[in-house]
């Protein structure tokens, strides 16, 4: 099992875990296509994410120290791949 199978597993928990690191989600979002797009120069610590071949736009709020990313965020980012077919359900733990 690869490390972002390993992410993706832990974000599929319910409730949402509050342990997910930011390079770790950053880095699952890319493995399945997503590329962060720029930031202009006030873009603050909002993150956008987008999949060309799914035309999906993923926005979430990159965290300061601690970079631990919120519930919410990982509750809308899983709702987001499963809306767009990446994962087939919603584990319940």
């Known amino acids: 099992m690869s490390k972002h199978d390993k992410t993706l597993e832990r974000m599929r928990r319910r409730p949402p875990p509050s342990d997910v690191s930011w390079d770790a989600m950053a880095a699952l979002l890319e493995s399945l296509g997503y590329r962060p797009l720029k930031a202009g120069k006030t873009g603050g610590s909002r993150r956008k994410f987008y999949n060309k071949e799914k035309d999906a736009l993923i926005c979430c709020h990159e965290p300061h120290s601690p970079a ?6 990982v509750a809308d980012v899983v709702d987001h791949l499963t809306t767009y077919g990446f994962i087939k359900d919603v584990e319940q733990k």
């Open 68 to 73: 631990k990313v919120d519930k919410g965020c």
